[in-house]
């Protein structure tokens, strides 16, 4: 079989690939961060139960006993069932049932599901938001900066909470009150993420008013950079580090709101039968939002001091 130039170049490539990835995982394993990592076994147990429930949140179809949320598989006989280890128990609904007959685990990880991706989808928002406020704030300066700066100083006179009731109040009053699950899900992620933005926006301006004095940003000026790619491919690498403690903690804060079904949702339902006797419609949610919400905060606070400079 005779090899082509094609094919010897497309197999150097491929080497070339393999041997860089290799290179960046052994850099990646010699590092300050993944030292940091392996010597709290508090934090690799945040990390393990948050991918466990991260994993099972996105398979959820494949993992709960039934989809809570198909009326053709509810039937109010099953409701107001017990756990599994009760004497009523069935191996059906091992988190026993609410009043309609609807699985608690199923739920559970239907609504963790929702709760995650409204969790992400927010943050993501506000923090793309406030990153580009701040780097072109702490990077032009001036007027720019004083506007941005104002804005957000406004903006944090009042609670996130009145900011997403306002825009809550204002969707409702623009559509109506027959909405859609869909337009509240995204009501909820543009909430988020508007309530959120003043942090990124502030902890980036800052620390890209020190990084634009130095000197890799004074080299890329003299080659002739835009300055969109200043602040997009040079600046914002050496400033994502405090952002990415923040998400962590605001995704713990984004994922409580009740959606459609959430973990808030069945909280809030659970809730009022709590003094029936039927506890677990409301225990077994909320102990596992504590969990997660416990678990990402860890891993926030693992990170804080893992890119602290001053405790390596």
């Known amino acids: 079989m005779q090899i082509t130039p094609e094919d010897a170049r497309?197999?150097?490539?491929?080497?070339?690939?393999?041997?860089?990835?290799?290179?960046?995982?052994?850099?990646?394993?010699?590092?300050?961060?993944?030292?940091?990592?392996?010597?709290?076994w508090i934090t690799m147990l945040a990390a393990l139960i948050t991918l466990v429930?991260?994993?099972?949140?996105?398979?959820?179809?494949?993992?709960?006993?039934?989809?809570?949320?198909?009326?053709?598989?509810?039937?109010?006989?099953d409701g107001s069932?017990?756990?599994?280890?009760?004497?009523?128990?069935?191996?059906?609904?091992?988190?026993?049932?609410?009043?309609?007959?609807?699985?608690?685990?199923?739920?559970?990880?239907?609504?963790?599901?929702?709760?995650?991706?409204?969790?992400?989808?927010?943050?993501?928002?506000?923090?793309?938001?406030?990153?580009?406020?701040?780097?072109?704030?702490?990077?032009?300066?001036?007027?720019?900066?004083?506007?941005?700066m104002r804005i957000a100083d406004v903006q944090l006179t009042f609670p996130a909470i009145l900011i997403a009731l306002l825009i809550d109040g204002t969707m409702r009053a623009l559509v109506g009150t027959a909405r859609s699950e869909v337009l509240v899900f995204w009501v909820l992620v543009v909430s988020i993420g508007l309530s959120f933005w003043v942090q990124?926006?502030?902890?980036?301006?800052?620390?890209?008013m020190v990084e634009r004095n130095k000197e890799y940003v004074q080299a890329a000026r003299l080659i002739g950079l835009g300055k969109i790619t200043i602040l997009f491919r040079h600046v914002l690498p050496n400033v994502v580090g405090?952002?990415?403690?923040?998400?962590?903690?605001?995704?713990?804060?984004?994922?409580?709101?009740?959606?459609?079904?959430s973990l808030g949702t069945l909280i809030r339902l659970g809730n009022e039968f709590l003094f029936s006797g039927e506890w677990w419609v409301v225990i077994f949610p909320g102990l596992t939002?504590?969990?997660?919400?416990?678990?990402?905060?860890?891993?926030?606070d693992w990170l804080r001091d893992a890119l602290?400079?001053?405790l390596r």
């Not at 009760?86 to 199923?106: I, K």
Request: proline residues 6%.
């Open 10 to 40: 497309s197999a150097t490539l491929s080497a070339r690939e393999v041997q860089r990835s290799r290179s960046v995982m052994a850099s990646f394993l010699d590092s300050d961060i993944w030292y940091s990592f392996t010597r709290s």
């Open 53 to 77: 429930l991260i994993v099972s949140a996105i398979f959820a179809h494949q993992i709960a006993p039934n989809d809570p949320f198909n009326l053709e598989s509810l039937s109010l006989l």
């Open 81 to 148: 069932k017990p756990p599994l280890w009760s004497a009523d128990g069935e191996w059906r609904f091992p988190l026993g049932t609410d009043q309609q007959g609807r699985c608690v685990l199923s739920s559970i990880l239907f609504g963790m599901r929702i709760s995650l991706i409204v969790g992400f989808l927010g943050v993501l928002l506000a923090a793309s938001i406030g990153i580009t406020l701040g780097l072109v704030a702490g990077y032009l300066g001036g007027t720019v900066d004083s506007v941005i």
């Open 200 to 208: 990124y926006a502030r902890t980036v301006r800052g620390s890209t």
């Open 242 to 261: 405090p952002v990415l403690v923040i998400a962590t903690i605001n995704m713990a804060l984004a994922i409580m709101p009740p959606t459609e079904p």
């Open 289 to 300: 939002l504590a969990i997660l919400v416990l678990a990402i905060n860890l891993l926030g």
């Open 308 to 310: 602290n400079p001053k």
